[in-house]
C-alpha cells in the first residue's frame, strides 16, 4: 500500500514565474487535502477535494492559486505569478471514505528567489 | 474560528523517561475530531492518536496517551519509555464535526528531543 506521493519534492522559481505541484493520493481515498506550511508553523488549511469536486477552500487561497483534481484522482495546485511570500512546504493529505483520518505526503518544498 | 495553541516551542527528554506535551484549543462546538501528528526531521507527517470529543475514555497507542479534560479544553499527549526515534517536531489539530467541515486546524508545534 503506497503512501500519497508529492511531486515535485523541492522547486526553486523565480518571483513572477508560474509553479504546479502534483499529488498522488492513496488508492481508492476520495478526499484530498492541501496544506500550506511555513518555517516554525504548523500546516494551514488551503483547499479540500471530495473525489473531483472542490468544497472547501480557504481564505489564505489567493486568485493567484487554483487547486485542480480532474477525474478525482491526483490532484495538481497551481501557483501564478509567484511571490517570496510563498515560498513554504505545500503538503498533500487524503482521507479514505466514512474516515475523519488524513493521511499526508511528504510535501513540496517551494522557493522563490 | 477554532485555535490551537502549544505553549511549549521546544522540550527535551532523557531516553526511556516519560514527557508530556501541552495542547489548548478553544471552540464553540460540542463534537469534534483531536489529533497528534508527528513530523520527524525532513520526513512527512504522521497521525500518533486521534481523540472523538464524545469519548470519555482517553485514546492510547502503545506508548503514546491523551489527557483529553473537554471541559477545560485540553489535550496533552504523554510519551512513556521516550526513545531516539520519537524526536520530531509533534503538532496538535482539531477536527470540527460540521457537515463538510473535515480542515484540520493545528497548533505551532512543539520540537522535541529525546537526549541519549
Known amino acids: 500500500d503506497t503512501g500519497v506521493s508529492q511531486n515535485p519534492r523541492h522547486k526553486i522559481t523565480k518571483r513572477g514565474q508560474n509553479v504546479t505541484f502534483r499529488c498522488d493520493p492513496i488508492s481508492e481515498h476520495n478526499r484530498l487535502y492541501w496544506y500550506r506550511q511555513t518555517l516554525g508553523q504548523g500546516p494551514e488549511f488551503l483547499t479540500y477535494?471530495?473525489?473531483?469536486?472542490?468544497?472547501?477552500k480557504s481564505r489564505l487561497l489567493s486568485d493567484r492559486f487554483s487547486a485542480e483534481r480532474p477525474k478525482g484522482s491526483f490532484s495538481t495546485l497551481e501557483i501564478q505569478r509567484t511571490e517570496q511570500g510563498d515560498s513554504a512546504m505545500y503538503l498533500c493529505a487524503s482521507s479514505p471514505p466514512l474516515s475523519y483520518e488524513q493521511y499526508f505526503g511528504p510535501g513540496t518544498r517551494l522557493t522563490v528567489t | 474560528a477554532q485555535t490551537v495553541t502549544q505553549s511549549q516551542p521546544e522540550m527535551s527528554v532523557q531516553e526511556a523517561e516519560t514527557v508530556t506535551l501541552s495542547c489548548t484549543y478553544d471552540t464553540s462546538e460540542n463534537n469534534y475530531y483531536l489529533f497528534w501528528y508527528k513530523q520527524p526531521p525532513s520526513r512527512q507527517m504522521i497521525l500518533v492518536i486521534r481523540?472523538?470529543?464524545?469519548?470519555?475514555q482517553n485514546a492510547t497507542e502503545n506508548r503514546f496517551s491523551v489527557n483529553f479534560q473537554k471541559a477545560a479544553k485540553s489535550f496533552s499527549l504523554k510519551i512513556s519509555d521516550s526513545q531516539l526515534g520519537d524526536t520530531a517536531m509533534y503538532f496538535c489539530a482539531f477536527m470540527g464535526s460540521g457537515a463538510g467541515s473535515y480542515q484540520l486546524t493545528f497548533g505551532k508545534g512543539t520540537k522535541l528531543s529525546v537526549i541519549p
Open positions: 481523540q472523538e470529543a464524545y469519548k470519555q
Open positions: 477535494f471530495q473525489n473531483e469536486a472542490q468544497l472547501e
